[in-house]
């Protein structure tokens, strides 16, 4: 396919689309289909199908075909220009020559014929057959071949059917074909052949020639006796002999005689009308038979009866008149056994080269298979699309009680199987021989009908589509735009699905394969309704009251006409008219030509389409990233465009060295130490740096003092020393002044803790409070429990306060905790508790102070030297006071300038 | 003379300490090392002397089996929790999980113990404490100093139930209105954690002062002998 046939040019604007497109881009108007969607499957085929390549349903209606063959006769008669018309057919209505040629495929029609032929070479087809022995020319060659096969005298053969069929027949049900056949050969077979042939050999010939499943036939078959007026006549035999009388009467070609009785119109499904008129078919029978008796000498007679019957056979055109040529012959051979013609060997006639050459068995049977498949597919009755077949054999059978019956009758094989033991078959012709069961189907079967139609067992035995049919349910023609249809269809075996294969020489035959193919029509015409399908929603669009004629009794029975409502034709798209779709496109008025050759022409170029873009999807190219993002970005940018091989940066901080910072810690710490030294010696005694006496701003001091007041003499007073030794000088001057107190009121004073280096420091304190009095001290080992278990002692039960000096915040909770939960259960009420805390643990012990938990409290140097000035005892705590107080100024000047000069190096850096 | 021998050794232990201004040095750690070793040989002796003295004296002169069996289970307990101090790889190791019990009977008993105390000593009396601090009677002061007591309360504890952020760059998960909010509870924690840092400055600096002071009395003493 070149570039352009990609493309397809609109007939009304000239644009040039793509070749899927249905419809122009630019004005909307619909292109020639080049594409056909199988209207069951929806698959989308290639124009050159005629079948599906998925459904294997055909593609293409039968008046298409129709119109299709005539058009192509029209402007071809000689030439085959239609691709993969796997099976010939025929109008049933056509009666004359030409309009049967019309409706046979181009393939065939490129075939000449009888006369053509004689025209073309001088010869008529009577000599030619006469010269041939009766056989065509590629029948002719096999007689060449095979030097014996000259010598068969078809006496012979016909003796071995006739016996065949006595024996196969004898009791059953004949079929008309064979009942019609037996008579114009039985006198043959009851009187000697004038001309001696051995019998011994005439049946080795014979057994030889026929493929081995007609021998095998053949030995069965020996001996027996026929009487075929004996048989009973099927009943659609008989409605064959009802319907077309003229198939018998007929002397014309076969083909004329060839009704297309497929057609539904044409068929009485009634079976009890066929049976009342079996007797017009007896009369047939009787009038066949007496005329095959008297031309038993092979007159023309018998030729012209035996040519009717065998063209009525299921077999293809071309097989056909490759029959009744080879009847012809046997007639001859019939008259030459009687007397007077000569059976000499066959002389190669030019003429019946022409002839295309014979398919070989596997394509026989490929042929056969495709017949057989393609019946299937299509409708059984309504589109005449039936194989000839499929055709021939209808003609002889009759109509059936119902379209899908029409098949379910004698198989193909049956009508060529006594010729075929008449004759020595070629191998392609005995590739013709019934195809195993379940290969194919030629139609679709019903359980009635199949019962209802007489077929002998050997029928039954050798055709599959008897076995099969009697399994099969009724369906309705496949090839049918219906939903029962497709229903029906899932219904048939698997077989059935499988897509006809075209045999190759079929293919061969395909003269102009790759020319044009007709397509589709777009549009569905009057005068070929289809049975329109329509979908729920079309069938709720419709208006109310109007019935849609869509019942499945329609699908499954025969074919009517499609009546389309005129509110479906309605909502049909007007070519005429712009499609909707191309409406909701906007045009862009196309501005002139600014410069070059088209300057100043407006609409040259194609204008573009504006197409809807939803707001949402506008790229955001001015979205913001964070710096911090777009850094790390670059960064990574850097370091893998860097090569390994360069050193990367590696971010170092500079690190002061140690001596530099021991110098400044040396210089703050020598700083302090000097300012501090020098104001205990410059600070003269008795000077007071600070002028607030201590105790106004120690909020806890007169609560304590106050609560130790309150000790009367040989109450018992528990001190809890939880002093770390780092915070011994601290807490040093927060213990004594609290011990002297207490010394004061003469209380029995108990040290515990529970830490041990506390014990040895509670001595320390009660030696530097100048106690006169023994001070007893326990350790308390286990932390809170040890504290639990005392507390629920006998000391703990009789003393009358607790002081707890702490220098750590979480022994000091573990007091007042144990306290206030041990001695609430007790029902003595917590102990008074009164604190001195180091500096340190001051504001962790703020929210027990504030809950008004604790009787005063002392926190820190300052405190102390508050309690002590309360307790008029300050000394020379007051100048030590100003000292720490100085202290604290000074360290606080070194904070600051340290802040200072931290900021003044991070914007240093920081530049 | 045992007081001017006693400021002498401190001020020279002093001044060891104090050496470690110009950096890490041995006279440094050798002070450190003394004052290490002088408290962890007097707990020691202070254990020895008020626990297993007392327990096994007790033990021994316990009459009666209740009593006899008071100090023994304790000092069961005691020695099995002793094995815990085996490596585990030897064999004496191995037998180690049976000083396990003991120590899950401190843990237990000593976790029961903090837990029903801090719920009643601390937890409750603090949220008491907490709701009577804003006191509207004792004027706009007190409503002041209650309110930023409650503020501070609520709001520190907003801010360490509410998730930090993982990564400066993570889109926020919060609005606005939380995150100042979590700001104003860190500044009130940072406040009080600057208050607690204060008290130990106050402390060091005390002992520091006191240091000096008693440096001061020596050498006014060492001065007015040599002055006579």
């Keep these: ?604 170029l194609p204008s573009l389409s504006v197409v809807d873009v939803p707001s949402e999807a506008r790229l955001s190219a001015d979205s913001e990233l964070p710096e911090s993002v777009i850094a790390q970005a670059q960064l990574w940018q850097q370091l893998l465009e860097q090569p390994r091989s360069v050193e990367r940066p590696v971010l170092q901080e500079r690190v002061r060295s140690e001596g530099s910072w021991g110098i400044i810690r040396l210089l703050a710490g020598v700083i302090l130490i000097a300012v501090l030294l020098a104001a205990f010696w410059m600070i003269p005694s008795g000077t007071r740096l600070s002028q607030v006496p201590p105790v106004q701003t120690a909020v806890g001091v007169p609560a304590l003092a106050a609560g130790l007041d309150q000790l009367t003499p040989g ?43 506390s014990a040895g420091l509670g001595a320390m304190l009660v030696d530097q409070a100048g106690y006169s009095v023994t001070v007893s001290g326990r350790y308390l080992p286990g932390n809170a429990n040890g504290i639990a278990e005392f507390l629920q002692g006998p000391e703990a039960q009789t003393a009358a306060r607790l002081i707890v000096l702490a220098s750590q915040p979480e022994r000091m909770r573990w007091w007042i905790e144990q306290n206030l939960l041990l001695r609430s259960h007790n029902g003595n009420g917590p102990l008074p508790v009164s604190v001195g805390l180091s500096a340190t643990a001051g504001p962790f012990i703020r929210p027990y102070l504030e809950a008004r938990r604790v009787d005063g409290w002392v926190i820190g140097f300052a405190d102390a030297v508050a309690y002590r000035d309360l307790r008029g005892d300050i000394g020379v705590h007051g100048r030590v006071l100003d000292i720490l107080m100085l202290a604290h100024w000074l360290v606080a000047s070194f904070l600051v300038i340290g802040v200072l000069y931290g900021l003044a190096l991070q914007r240093k850096g920081s530049r | 003379m045992t007081e001017t021998l006693g400021l002498i050794v401190g001020a020279v232990l002093t001044l060891m300490v104090f050496s470690y201004l110009l950096g890490d040095n041995v006279l440094y750690r050798w002070a450190l090392a003394l004052l290490v070793g002088a408290a962890a040989g007097y707990a020691v002796g202070v254990a020895a002397r008020y626990v297993l003295n007392d327990w096994i004296v007790g033990a021994l002169a316990a009459q009666g089996a209740p009593d006899s069996l008071a100090y023994a289970v304790p000092l069961v307990l005691g020695a099995l929790l002793l094995l815990k101090g085996f490596p585990p790889t030897r064999f004496l190791g191995r037998i180690a999980v049976i000083g396990n019990s003991s120590l899950g009977y401190l843990v237990g008993v000593g976790a029961a113990v903090a837990v029903s105390g801090a719920l009643v000593g601390t937890l409750i009396p603090q949220v008491t404490v907490t709701g009577e601090a804003l006191r509207i009677d004792e004027g706009g002061l007190a409503i002041a100093q209650g309110a930023v007591v409650l503020l501070g309360t609520v709001l520190g504890l907003y801010y360490f139930h509410t998730r930090p952020h993982t990564h400066r760059d993570a889109p926020p998960s919060k609005t606005p209105v939380q995150q100042k909010t979590e700001r104003l509870g860190m500044a009130f924690i940072a406040i009080a954690l600057g208050t607690a840092f204060s008290g130990a400055l106050t402390s060091a600096l005390t002992a520091l002062v006191l240091r000096l002071w008693q440096l001061v009395e020596l050498a006014e003493r060492l001065i007015s002998l040599v002055a006579g």
């Design chain 1, 715 to 757: 109450e018992r007073v528990l001190v809890a020393l939880e002093i770390n030794p780092a915070y011994a000088e601290e807490m040093a001057q927060i213990a004594i002044p609290l011990l002297r107190h207490i010394q004061a009121q003469e209380v029995e004073t108990l040290i515990v803790s529970t830490l041990p280096e």
């Design chain 1, 1 to 604: 396919m070149n570039g352009d046939s990609a493309m397809i040019r609109c007939p009304s604007c000239g644009s040039l689309n793509k070749e899927s497109r249905r419809k122009c881009d630019n004005c909307g108007a619909i292109l020639p289909q080049t594409e056909i969607r199988c209207p069951k499957c929806g698959t989308v085929n290639p124009v050159g199908n005629l079948f599906c390549d998925h459904c294997n349903a055909r593609l293409m209606q039968q008046e298409d075909l129709n119109s299709l063959a005539s058009r192509s006769s029209t402007e071809e008669p000689n030439s085959s220009s239609l691709k993969g018309i796997s099976l010939p057919t025929r109008s049933p209505t056509t009666e004359d020559d030409d309009q049967e040629r019309e409706d046979l495929p181009a393939w065939l029609r490129g075939l000449p014929d009888e006369e053509q032929r004689a025209e073309e070479t001088g010869v008529s087809e009577q000599e030619v057959l006469e010269n041939a022995g009766g056989y065509p020319d590629w029948l002719a060659d096999l007689i060449d071949e095979d030097a014996e096969f000259g010598d068969v005298d078809v006496p012979v053969e016909v003796e071995v059917d006739n016996d065949r069929a006595a024996s196969l027949f004898e009791g059953e049900t004949m079929p008309e074909w064979l009942r019609a056949e037996v008579p114009s050969v039985e006198p043959l077979a009851t009187e000697p052949s004038t001309e001696e042939t051995e019998p011994a050999s005439d049946q080795s010939l014979a057994s030889k020639a026929l493929p081995d499943w007609l021998s095998s036939l053949t030995d069965e078959a020996a001996g027996d006796e026929f009487d075929e007026r004996e048989l009973p006549i099927p009943d659609w035999l008989s409605e064959q002999e009802l319907d077309h009388p003229e198939a018998a009467q007929s002397s014309s070609t076969p083909s004329e005689r060839l009704v297309d009785t497929a057609r539904p119109e044409e068929q009485d499904p009634a079976l009890t009308a066929e049976r009342d008129e079996m007797e017009e078919h007896d009369a047939l029978t009787e009038e066949i038979e007496e005329r095959t008796k008297n031309g038993a000498t092979a007159s023309s007679a018998t030729r012209e009866t035996a040519f009717s019957i065998f063209s009525e056979t299921d077999l293809p055109e071309w097989l056909s008149d490759a029959r009744a040529l080879d009847l012809e012959d046997a007639g001859a051979s019939v008259g030459e056994a009687s007397g007077p013609e000569p059976h000499g060997a066959a002389e190669p006639i030019p003429q019946a080269q022409e002839f295309q050459e014979p398919p070989s068995e596997g394509e026989a049977d490929e042929t056969a298979d495709a017949a057989e498949e393609e019946a299937v597919t299509e409708e059984a009755a309504a589109t005449a699309e039936v194989a000839d077949s499929e055709v021939t054999n209808e003609a002889v059978q009759g109509p059936s009680p119902s379209p899908s019956a029409t098949t379910a009758q004698t198989p193909p094989w049956e009508g060529e199987r006594d010729d075929t033991e008449e004759a020595e078959l070629p191998d392609w012709l005995a590739g013709l021989e019934p195809a195993p069961p379940g290969e194919t189907v030629s139609a679709v079967f019903t359980k009635e009908t199949v019962s209802e139609v007489s077929v002998p067992d050997w029928l039954r035995d050798v055709s599959p589509i008897v076995e099969e049919a009697s399994d099969l349910t009724p369906t309705a023609p496949v090839f049918v735009e219906d939903a029962d249809d497709e229903r029906s269809s899932s219904d048939t075996p698997p077989s059935l699905d499988e897509p006809a294969q075209e045999p190759d020489w079929l293919k061969d035959l395909d003269l102009l394969a790759d020319e044009a193919v007709p397509t589709r029509p777009e549009t569905v015409d009057d005068e070929a309704p289809v049975k329109a399908d329509l979908p729920p929603w079309l069938q709720a669009l419709a208006p109310s009251g109007q019935a849609l004629s869509t019942g499945p009794e329609d699908a499954a029975g025969e074919l009517v006409p499609a009546d389309i409502p005129d509110w479906v034709r309605d909502l049909r798209a007007d070519p005429n008219e712009p499609d909707k779709a191309s409406l909701t496109r906007e045009r862009i008025a196309t501005p002139a030509e600014p410069e070059g050759p088209l300057e100043g022409l407006p609409g040259v």
